[in-house]
């Protein structure tokens, strides 16, 4: 049985070129970076190459490219120093944000250093930027704001620009999780007002472990983890060589066929909205999927039956592997955060297909073919 992956959305397979990238770091070039022998220093250059590409594509400074071990470790990073060091006392995100920023938040906020309150959300599933600007205007406390540039689950985009300017009308901190789109678009952050974005390799065909967190030159912020002072201090212990590695050049090859591969995936993505349509009577879709939406990510709204709440299960003994909402969340079957934010129909399923460079119209027309039957 051929296996259709069809949850790119929540990690891609990794690319041979990076994985040959990757290898040498793994047998021969093993030294440890902070050691000052020829085998440290081809090591810590490794890394600072990597810094250097990374920094390049997104237009930061290199002095603003932290590595992680991924989105999550990122995201709670520039929540944990918003707070801390940035002395902010109120939280401003969106009920549909990653679980990474929403339970990040609501630990804070249990533990009584903030407050934190919901942006309303449109009924395509955009943030309401008005209403944004009317919390900001009526808080009192130094704010955060925390707004991902793209939903993971239903693809809506941010205007991650508009949202930065109403957070600098009203000198507020802006984090936007940007997980979905670096590698996807080109994202220049000189010239958007925020002040931490994040990244995760696993997305955009690198290693699965290891990301970024750029953080802006005009804050300053105190180590998060203790130690040798790797990270220019920031977070101590030895670093994912191969990782970073890896993760500079998946970034790198993602930028170089940027343009072609969002074509292509694009033209997936319209293409199974038609036949979907075509195909199976009932069908919607969740977010705003033909507007501001993500070229990758495609939710699809099914009528509940008997059959299509066993969809998942049914797909994947067919060898299709799509998603129900998070893969992060996934082991949880409580349903999807993101849907019940914008739908409160109980009477659809959501299932969520996420393309990559890799997939392919037969693909579809495969998917296509065993919904007719499953359904």
């Not at 022998?37 to 237009?59: D, F, M, P, Q, W």
Request: aromatic share 8%; charged share 20%.
């Amino acid at each position: 049985m051929t296996r259709i992956y069809f949850d790119n959305a929540a990690t891609t397979a990794l690319d041979k070129e990076v994985l040959d990238a990757m290898l040498p770091f793994m047998t021969t070039h093993f030294g440890n970076p902070s050691s000052i022998y020829s085998y440290g220093r081809e090591s810590r250059l490794a890394i600072e190459t990597a810094r250097k590409t990374v920094a390049k594509i997104l237009n930061a400074h290199p002095g603003e490219i932290f590595f992680t071990s991924g989105g999550t470790e990122s995201d709670n990073m520039a929540i944990s120093a918003a707070i801390h060091d940035l002395g902010c006392r109120h939280i401003i995100t969106s009920p549909i944000e990653h679980h990474a920023v929403l339970h990040a938040v609501e630990q804070w906020d249990k533990k009584d250093l903030v407050t934190s309150s919901f942006v309303k959300l449109l009924p395509d599933g955009h943030v309401d930027l008005n209403d944004l600007e009317e919390q900001l205007a009526t808080q009192k406390e130094r704010c955060f704001v925390s707004l991902m540039h793209a939903n993971n689950e239903i693809g809506n985009l941010l205007d991650i620009y508009a949202a930065g300017e109403i957070c600098k009308k009203h000198n507020a901190i802006f984090h936007s999780d940007t997980v979905q789109t670096v590698g996807h678009y080109k994202i220049d952050l000189r010239s958007k007002p925020v002040h931490f974005a994040t990244g995760a390799g696993h997305k955009f065909h690198g290693p699965k472990g290891v990301g970024i967190l750029y953080v802006n030159d005009n804050i300053k912020i105190n180590p998060v983890i203790f130690g040798g002072g790797q990270e220019r201090n920031m977070r101590a212990g030895t670093e994912n060589l191969y990782g970073i590695v890896g993760f500079a050049k998946a970034l790198e090859l993602a930028d170089a066929t940027m343009e072609q591969d969002s074509v292509h995936i694009q033209s997936l993505k319209t293409y199974m909205i038609e036949q979907l349509q075509k195909n199976i009577s009932g069908v919607l879709f969740n977010g705003d999927y033909a507007g501001k939406s993500l070229y990758t990510v495609l939710n699809v709204s099914f009528p509940k039956t008997e059959k299509s709440e066993m969809l998942l299960f049914s797909l994947d003994m067919q060898g299709i592997c799509v998603s129900g909402g998070s893969a992060c969340s996934s082991g949880a079957d409580v349903g999807s955060h993101v849907i019940r934010a914008i739908s409160t129909n109980p009477n659809r399923v959501p299932v969520r297909f996420s393309f990559c460079k890799h997939n392919t119209k037969e693909e579809v027309d495969i998917v296509i073919e065993k919904l007719k039957e499953l359904i």
